[in-house]
């Protein structure tokens, strides 16, 4: 059984960058896709960044243009760097998996989430 484990995350101030990463753990035959969603204080879960398996990574609207989204398949392992952080991107961050070839809509696998306070 596979595992998502997230580290990072905490207390960032306005304009500071912030890493989280996540790594896949366990027995397991296969890792498609992996990225990050966010839930913010009230709000729904939303997709922010993704990467599929051969490293190529998308970006939702709302950290496209300072965030950068890797993947090393050797460790299964993805690292979120995200710069200029804002007080919206408070929130619990999850990290999440497709085990099979579809898309992150069909993550079967969920990390526990972390939390990321942006504050002065």
């Known amino acids: 059984q596979v595992q998502l484990v997230e580290s990072g995350g905490g207390l960032v101030r306005p304009g500071d960058s912030l890493r989280l990463s996540c790594a896949a753990s366990?027995?397991?035959?296969?890792?498609?896709?992996m990225g990050w969603y966010r839930q913010a204080p009230g709000k729904q879960r939303d997709l922010v960044a993704w990467v599929t398996t051969g490293g190529k990574p998308y970006y939702s609207d709302s950290v496209k243009g300072r965030t950068f989204l890797s993947r090393a398949n050797i460790n299964h392992t993805v690292t979120l760097e995200m710069n200029s952080r804002n007080r919206q991107d408070t929130g619990v961050y999850y990290c999440?998996?497709?085990?099979?070839?579809?898309?992150?809509?069909?993550?079967?696998?969920w990390g526990q989430g972390i939390q990321v306070t942006v504050a002065s």
């Open positions: 999440a998996a497709n085990q099979g070839p579809g898309t992150m809509d069909g993550s079967d696998v």
């Open positions: 366990g027995m397991f035959f296969r890792i498609g896709v």
